[in-house]
C-alpha cells in the first residue's frame, strides 16, 4: 500500500512538473528561495542571490559563483561563472575568466559567430553585431539575418521595431520585414490593430500595410495587447483613435493610458477615472493616478495604492505600494494582477494579493518577484 502512494505521488509530480508550475523568488531572512502560488517553498531560502525562473533554469548565487538549477531546486550547472544572463531558447549568456560565451543547459559551450559583443536571446533570436550593424542568429549558432541593420529592439510576439538609414522598420524572427524601414520613429509593437509610427512631422497608425495619418496628431501611442484604440495628442489635449487614425474619442484629457479590458484611464487636474470605448466616463475621477485594468482589476491612488473592479468599486483597500517588477518574464508588463495575484508592498514587506484582497500565504517577504510559469 505504502508503495502504491509513493508511485502515485511520483506520478502526480512528474505530471506537475511537464505541465508546468508557478513559481516566485523571494528573499526571507537575506536568503533567497522560490514558493509555489500557496506561498509554500518549494525551494528553500539558501540562495545569496537568485534570478526567477526562465526557459525551465534558474541562476542563483552561490559563494560567489553563479550555476544554474532545476524546479527541483537541483544544480543542473554548477556555480562556476563570475556574471550571467537568462536562459532563453535554451541559451544563456554566462562570464567565466573575464570571457562571454553562450552555454546551453548542459553547460556546454555553444560556438556562434560572435567576436564581439553577446546578446541574450530573445524569443528565439539574438543580435549578432559586425562592422557596427546587427543581425540576428539563431539557438543553433547559424545566421539568420546577415548584420545590415544600424539597430534592432527587442523582440515582442515575434517582431521587432529596426533601423537603417535613420529610417525604421519592423522585421520578424526570419529577418524579413513586415512593416518598411521608411519610418522617422515607430512603436515597439507590432498588434493586432497595428503600430503607431511617424513620418516626416505625420503621426498616425501602421495597418495593414497603409500609414494612415491622424488628423492633427502631434504624438501618437501604442495600443495594448488587442486594444482597438489607441491614445494620440492634439492641441495639448488627448484622445482615442483606431487602427485608421480616425478619432473615435476626441482630444479632450490632459492624460491617458492604453486600453485594456474595455477601459482606459484618463485624467484632467489632477484626478484620474476612467472611461469605456464609447468614452463615457465609467468610474467617476477620483484618484490621483490609475493603472490600466488587468484580470478584471485595475490599481489606483490615493496616498498609496488599491484596487478597484470595472465597476469602480473598491475591492482592496489603498494601503499599498505596487511596483511591475521582473513582470516582463511573465510575458505581461503589469503593475496589477497577474494570473490572479498582484504584488503589492507594505510595511510588513513584499506579497502577492489575490482578487480578494487575501494575503497569499499570510506571508511577506523581505523582496519578491511576480510568478512566472516553470516549464
Same mark, same amino acid.
Given at each position: 500500500?505504502?508503495?502504491?502512494?509513493?508511485?502515485i505521488?511520483?506520478?502526480?509530480?512528474?505530471?506537475?512538473?511537464?505541465?508546468?508550475?508557478?513559481?516566485?523568488?523571494?528573499k526571507?531572512?537575506?536568503?533567497?528561495?522560490?514558493?509555489?502560488?500557496?506561498?509554500?517553498?518549494?525551494?528553500?531560502?539558501?540562495?545569496?542571490?537568485?534570478?526567477?525562473?526562465?526557459?525551465?533554469?534558474?541562476?542563483?548565487?552561490?559563494?560567489?559563483?553563479?550555476?544554474?538549477i532545476?524546479?527541483?531546486?537541483?544544480?543542473?550547472?554548477?556555480?562556476?561563472?563570475?556574471?550571467?544572463?537568462?536562459?532563453?531558447?535554451?541559451?544563456?549568456?554566462?562570464?567565466?575568466?573575464?570571457?562571454?560565451?553562450?552555454?546551453?543547459?548542459?553547460?556546454?559551450?555553444?560556438?556562434?559567430?560572435?567576436?564581439?559583443?553577446?546578446?541574450?536571446?530573445?524569443?528565439?533570436?539574438?543580435?549578432?553585431?559586425?562592422?557596427?550593424?546587427?543581425?540576428?542568429?539563431?539557438?543553433d549558432?547559424e545566421?539568420?539575418?546577415?548584420?545590415?541593420?544600424?539597430?534592432?529592439?527587442?523582440?515582442?510576439?515575434?517582431?521587432?521595431?529596426?533601423?537603417?538609414?535613420?529610417?525604421?522598420?519592423?522585421?520578424?524572427?526570419?529577418?524579413?520585414?513586415?512593416?518598411?524601414?521608411?519610418?522617422?520613429?515607430i512603436?515597439?509593437?507590432?498588434?493586432?490593430?497595428?503600430v503607431?509610427?511617424?513620418?516626416?512631422?505625420?503621426?498616425?497608425?501602421v495597418?495593414?500595410?497603409?500609414?494612415?495619418?491622424?488628423?492633427?496628431?502631434?504624438?501618437?501611442?501604442?495600443?495594448?495587447?488587442?486594444?482597438k484604440?489607441?491614445?494620440?495628442? !492634439? *492641441? #495639448?489635449?488627448? +484622445? $482615442? /483613435?483606431?487602427?485608421?487614425?480616425?478619432?473615435? @474619442? =476626441?482630444?479632450? %484629457? &490632459?492624460?491617458?493610458?492604453?486600453?485594456?479590458?474595455?477601459?482606459?484611464?484618463?485624467?484632467?487636474?489632477?484626478?484620474?477615472?476612467?472611461?469605456?470605448?464609447?468614452?463615457?466616463?465609467?468610474?467617476?475621477?477620483?484618484?490621483?493616478?490609475?493603472?490600466?485594468?488587468s484580470?478584471?482589476?485595475?490599481?489606483? !491612488? *490615493? #496616498?498609496?495604492? +488599491? $484596487? /478597484?473592479?470595472?465597476?469602480?468599486?473598491?475591492? @482592496? =483597500?489603498?494601503? %499599498? &505600494?505596487?511596483?511591475?517588477?521582473?513582470?516582463?518574464?511573465?510575458?505581461?508588463?503589469?503593475?496589477?494582477?497577474?494570473?490572479?495575484?498582484?504584488?503589492?508592498k507594505?510595511?510588513?514587506?513584499?506579497?502577492?494579493?489575490?482578487?480578494?484582497?487575501?494575503?497569499?500565504?499570510?506571508?511577506?517577504f523581505?523582496?519578491?518577484?511576480?510568478?512566472?510559469?516553470?516549464?
Amino acid at each position: 500500500m505504502q508503495l502504491k502512494s509513493t508511485l502515485i505521488l511520483s506520478l502526480f509530480l512528474v505530471s506537475s512538473l511537464s505541465f508546468g508550475q508557478e513559481l516566485a523568488l523571494v528573499k526571507e531572512g537575506g536568503k533567497a528561495g522560490y514558493i509555489n502560488k500557496s506561498a509554500e517553498f518549494v525551494i528553500p531560502a539558501q540562495f545569496d542571490n537568485a534570478k526567477s525562473f526562465s526557459d525551465g533554469l534558474a541562476a542563483v548565487e552561490q559563494d560567489k559563483k553563479w550555476g544554474f538549477i532545476n524546479p527541483a531546486g537541483e544544480w543542473v550547472i554548477q556555480p562556476e561563472y563570475d556574471k550571467v544572463k537568462y536562459f532563453d531558447s535554451g541559451l544563456a549568456v554566462v562570464l567565466k575568466d573575464d570571457i562571454w560565451q553562450y552555454i546551453d543547459k548542459s553547460g556546454t559551450r555553444v560556438e556562434t559567430p560572435v567576436s564581439d559583443k553577446y546578446f541574450d536571446f530573445n524569443d528565439g533570436v539574438a543580435f549578432y553585431k559586425a562592422q557596427d550593424q546587427i543581425g540576428l542568429i539563431g539557438p543553433d549558432g547559424e545566421i539568420i539575418l546577415e548584420p545590415t541593420y544600424d539597430k534592432i529592439n527587442k523582440f515582442r510576439n515575434g517582431y521587432a521595431k529596426a533601423k537603417k538609414n535613420d529610417r525604421w522598420g519592423i522585421i520578424d524572427k526570419t529577418g524579413k520585414v513586415v512593416v518598411p524601414v521608411e519610418y522617422t520613429a515607430i512603436g515597439n509593437e507590432l498588434t493586432p490593430a497595428g503600430v503607431d509610427a511617424r513620418k516626416g512631422e505625420s503621426f498616425g497608425i501602421v495597418s495593414n500595410g497603409t500609414f494612415n495619418v491622424i488628423d492633427g496628431a502631434d504624438k501618437v501611442w501604442g495600443f495594448h495587447g488587442d486594444a482597438k484604440l489607441t491614445y494620440a495628442r !492634439k *492641441d #495639448k489635449k488627448i +484622445g $482615442f /483613435v483606431n487602427s485608421k487614425g480616425e478619432w473615435v @474619442i =476626441p482630444p479632450s %484629457y &490632459d492624460k491617458a493610458r492604453a486600453f485594456s479590458d474595455g477601459l482606459a484611464p484618463v485624467a484632467n487636474g489632477k484626478t484620474w477615472g476612467y472611461i469605456n470605448e464609447s468614452g463615457e466616463m465609467v468610474i467617476e475621477s477620483s484618484y490621483r493616478d490609475a493603472e490600466i485594468f488587468s484580470d478584471g482589476m485595475a490599481p489606483v !491612488k *490615493d #496616498k498609496k495604492w +488599491g $484596487f /478597484v473592479d470595472k465597476t469602480g468599486k473598491l475591492i @482592496i =483597500p489603498m494601503d %499599498y &505600494d505596487i511596483t511591475a517588477g521582473l513582470a516582463f518574464l511573465s510575458g505581461r508588463d503589469s503593475k496589477g494582477f497577474i494570473n490572479g495575484l498582484a504584488r503589492v508592498k507594505s510595511k510588513k514587506g513584499w506579497g502577492f494579493l489575490d482578487t480578494s484582497g487575501k494575503l497569499l500565504g499570510d506571508k511577506w517577504f523581505e523582496n519578491a518577484e511576480p510568478f512566472v510559469t516553470v516549464k
